[in-house]
């Protein structure tokens, strides 16, 4: 016995399908640069804030 699905799957249901996927795409690849930049802040804080202390600033990374 073959299950027959409720439905066909049409052009226009895989063109939504094509849609739908690539703005999964385009979001993860904006959240993964969002996430880079962040970090690369990070970074630069306390890079920053370690040349500080050896010159002998107090200045925190706060």
């Not at 795409?25 to 904006?30: E, K, N, P, Q, V």
């Not at 970074?43 to 600033?57: F, K, M, P, V, W």
């Amino acid at each position: 016995m073959k299950y027959q699905p409720p439905y066909t799957i049409t052009s226009k249901i895989i063109h939504l399908i094509a849609q739908i996927s690539e703005s999964i795409g385009r979001l993860t690849a904006l959240t993964q640069i969002q996430d880079s930049l962040k970090l690369r802040k990070a970074n630069r804080i306390r890079t920053i804030q370690g040349s500080l202390a050896i010159e002998g600033n107090t200045l925190s990374t706060e």
